[in-house]
């Protein structure tokens, strides 16, 4: 199936290109950025070699239209999505850091829990929880935005403002905006029946000093769902979760062998598993989402992603 891993456009008026592990970032004349959500896969920090077909439409429609949902209580970045594929927006200094916010102990923080430590990112975790029971308020654990082909690194918030990565006075602004985008994000999962387990957002800074939202927001890519109905008899009886996040990826690739490590191999990919990952993305779209899941044309991607931004743009 076709599907869009990279892109190599010329925009009027493009300054340069950032090329992310999901996402393109176009510079057009230093004040607008388009980013173009490609299909591409990452795990642990890895970008698999095959593309799953549709997934960047629904990151980059999950993210805009959260974005949208979340405007009137933390500003961010966006002005326009004149692509499936496409967002459109206000260019912005990012944030070094990612804030990853945790309801539950689940994926990095269950893993971490089962090792025996009880600090994470500088936050105490409570004893005598389980996997994926939920923390008595939900916790904030950064990590470093780290640059193409390095690991990001877990961080406390004491180290960030010894090591000046972010100001303190900008620093309690992310807290206060991480907070409430994640409130508003429970809320919304509560009503389509979802529990929103852990997420994080991504900040910038636009010319004029403000505090923006930027990247995406609640898509599976950046955050974890599980189904409410019945989380809690599963918890009692020692269960897995049902769950909507791309931790259906992480485990499949634990199970072959791999874990980002030197030396590790990622395990072969065929047609019909990537597949079944692109349906998985589309369930998770329309749980997340509460509708149904349209299918761009992706006949000819590239075109059509060039010939949208392109008359856009013209206007």
């Not at 769950?243 to 191999?265: A, D, H, M, T």
Request: hydrophobic share 35%; charged share 30%.
């Amino acid at each position: 199936m076709n599907t869009i891993t990279s892109t190599n456009f010329n925009f009027p008026n493009q300054k340069s290109v950032y090329h992310g592990k999901v996402r393109e970032v176009y510079n057009i004349n230093d004040d607008l950025l388009v980013m173009v959500a490609t299909d591409r896969l990452s795990a642990f920090d890895v970008v698999m070699p095959k593309g799953i077909p549709y997934k960047g439409q629904i990151l980059n429609q999950i993210a805009t239209k959260f974005m949208k949902l979340t405007q009137d209580i933390v500003p961010n970045w966006l002005i326009a999505t004149p692509d499936p594929n496409v967002a459109i927006g206000h260019l912005c200094a990012p944030f070094k850091v990612e804030m990853v916010i945790r309801g539950y102990v689940s994926g990095h923080a269950a893993r971490e829990y089962a090792l025996g430590k009880r600090i994470l990112c500088g936050v105490t975790m409570p004893e005598g929880l389980k996997e994926n029971d939920k923390f008595p308020t939900p916790i904030i654990t950064p990590s470093t935005k780290a640059d193409n082909g390095e690991h990001d690194e877990d961080i406390s918030r004491e180290d960030i403002l010894a090591k000046e990565i972010v100001s303190e006075e900008d620093y309690l602004v992310l807290e206060k905006y991480t907070r409430a985008l994640f409130q508003r994000g429970t809320e919304i999962a509560a009503g389509r029946g979802l529990i929103l387990v852990d997420t994080k957002y991504e900040f910038g800074k636009t010319k004029d000093g403000k505090i923006v939202l930027i990247d995406e927001i609640h898509t599976p890519d950046s955050s974890r769902y599980f189904y409410a109905d019945g989380y809690q008899e599963r918890q009692n009886k020692g269960e897995e979760q049902k769950q909507l996040s791309k931790e259906f990826v992480r485990r499949w690739l634990i199970e072959n062998g791999f874990q980002g490590k030197e030396g590790q191999l990622i395990p072969e990919m065929t047609d019909e598993y990537i597949s079944t990952v692109s349906e998985r993305y589309i369930e998770l779209y329309e749980n997340i989402m509460g509708e149904k899941f349209v299918k761009a044309d992706i006949s000819e991607i590239n075109n059509r992603i060039e010939k949208n931004v392109l008359e856009y743009l013209s206007k």
